[in-house]
């Protein structure tokens, strides 16, 4: 008994630590950087809390409905581009509107994700309106990690996670 007495400490606090591990770098972008040699999984588009459907199927850009963002970045990508030009082209020949869901995987603090995400949600905002699209057409909002299309930490659910969402009202 007085063994277990003496190694409880020690095990709450190699438990505690452990736990906060995944927390020791929250104050900027959303985390550390992706470990070099890792697969390049930015532009992932899979099974997720949302649905398939949601996520479109390859190679019909209208047909997707998320656009995919690059680790602490919110540079549109080629492939996110003709996803958003795609529906830019929908939007102004049926007047219908939009809004951009900008969201971030779970690193980074709360107040920088939810900054990430609205600057995710403006950048496919500008496409949309450099194409045609009337801003009255397009509503942002940012949801920072808050809303996960998927659960884990693995680098293919965070890549998941680092997205706009485009959704028709």
Request: overall charge neutral; some cysteine; proline content about 4%.
């Amino acid at each position: 008994m007085k063994i277990i007495v003496r190694l409880a400490p020690i095990a709450l606090s190699a438990l505690l630590m452990a736990g906060c591990s995944g927390m020791s770098n929250r104050k900027g972008g959303e985390g550390p950087a992706p470990v070099a040699g890792s697969a390049d999984t930015s532009g992932v588009a899979g099974e997720s809390r949302y649905g398939a459907s949601r996520l479109g199927t390859p190679g019909d850009p209208l047909s997707q409905r998320v656009v995919f963002f690059e680790y602490d970045s919110n540079e549109v990508t080629h492939e996110g581009r003709e996803i958003l030009l795609a529906h830019a082209r929908k939007l102004s020949s049926t007047r219908g509107s939009v809004t951009l869901e900008g969201h971030c995987d779970e690193r980074g603090s709360r107040e920088y994700n939810i900054a990430l995400g609205e600057r995710r949600a403006s950048a496919a905002r500008s496409i949309l309106t450099s194409a045609g699209v009337s801003p009255s057409q397009i509503l942002t909002i940012s949801y920072g990690e808050e809303r996960p299309a998927e659960m884990g930490v693995s680098d293919d659910v965070l890549a998941k996670n680092r997205r706009v969402e485009i959704v028709y009202r």
